[in-house]
């Protein structure tokens, strides 16, 4: 078999030229003379049968040919680069620094447990959370991945869903003694609501509900309102100081225990997507796409976060009451 790419040290030259700018700067990086890096670059460019370098006593060009030869010659020795580290890293312990923004929520209740069982297998990999409700800027602001929630705009990133997340309507058992429990929609007008504020619009944040099999948002309002932290309306609500809409997997420990109460079973039934964020053109080290497999793979299992399996919907509760189990609508 005949070796078709002896001449990659003589592309490596090329390479070296180029980014140090003269035959002068790259010999004294790579430890030679200028005259061996030019004929190695002579040597590429007869067997291209293409002039690559315009040169001057002074300094070097490139000319169209160069300039593409450049490009394409880079995005190769990139593939090779990173062959290379998956074939170590498969032989290796996976090692390095994984950036992640995650929205209060999800960054409270289900990462967590997703990060400890990625972390003691990969005990030499640092991962550093960032939680916010703001979507921060992957590229610009150096994070490999974000979760996300909501539908995602064709941004160029690549969106994974993570999971269809139930939404529930909850307040304390003594705030439904004080107040009473509501029947309909409209009873909600006449309570306690805790909105939060978007951050992006400084609106209220719409309320979620199914009605006669048909999809419907309902604007809260309330003397209370919450910003920043969403989670902030949960605890106010366990509390007693009225009623708010969350996710299952943020209450399903309260409602088994009797702390929070269902209330509008009966419009429940709605959902919100969660997404795996990241870059397509990145070149992702190989502990990044060990996460991304990881915490989508959780996803797939329905393995991911401490509330576990979703459980059937609970009725209307009455003031003072446990909860209890009835399907939503």
């Known amino acids: 078999m ?31 003379t200028a005259s061996v890096l030019s004929r190695a670059v002579g040597r590429l460019e007869a067997r291209l049968g293409q002039q690559l370098l315009r040169r001057t006593t002074r300094r070097i060009g490139l000319t169209d040919a160069g300039r593409r030869y450049m490009d394409q010659s880079r995005q190769a020795f990139e593939l090779l680069r990173e062959a290379e580290n998956e074939a170590r890293s498969a032989s290796a312990a996976l090692s390095g620094r994984v950036r992640i923004s995650a929205p ?8 967590p447990a997703q990060l400890q069982a990625f972390a003691a297998r990969h005990p030499q990999v640092r991962l550093e959370l960032n939680i916010t409700n703001r979507n921060v800027d992957l590229i610009a602001e150096g994070f ?23 939404l529930r309507l909850v307040a304390a058992p003594g705030y439904l003694a ?27 944040g719409a309320w ?60 429940g039934g709605r959902t919100r997507p969660f997404s795996l964020m990241y870059a397509p053109h990145r070149h992702a080290s190989a502990a990044v796409r060990a996460l991304i497999d990881a915490l989508c793979g959780a996803a797939a299992i329905g393995s991911g976060g401490a509330a576990g399996p979703q459980t059937p919907g609970r009725p209307a509760a009455t003031p003072g009451s446990a909860p209890s189990a009835a399907p939503p609508a």
């Not at 910003?227 to 943020?250: H, K, N, P, R, W």
Request: glycine fraction near 8%.
């Open 2 to 32: 005949s070796r078709n790419f002896e001449y990659l040290g003589d592309v490596e030259v090329f390479l070296a030229v180029v980014e140090h700018g003269s035959f002068t700067a790259a010999a004294a990086a790579l430890s030679t």
């Open 104 to 111: 209060t929520t999800y960054g409270h209740y289900r990462l």
């Open 144 to 166: 490999d991945m974000a979760i996300r929630l909501g539908e995602q705009p064709d941004s160029g990133l690549v969106a994974r869903r993570l999971e269809d997340a139930r």
């Open 178 to 204: 004080r107040a009473g429990v509501p029947q309909r929609l409209d009873d909600l007008r006449a309570h306690a609501c805790l909105p939060f504020v978007m951050p992006r619009t400084g609106r209220h």
């Open 208 to 267: 979620s509900f199914r009605v006669d099999g048909e999809d419907r948002d309902w604007q809260p309002d309330g003397l209370l309102e919450v910003s920043d932290d969403v989670l902030a309306t949960v605890s106010l609500a366990e509390q007693g100081m009225g009623i708010c809409q969350t996710y299952d997997f943020v209450v399903h420990e309260r409602l088994a225990s009797g702390r929070l109460v269902e209330v509008l079973a009966g419009f």
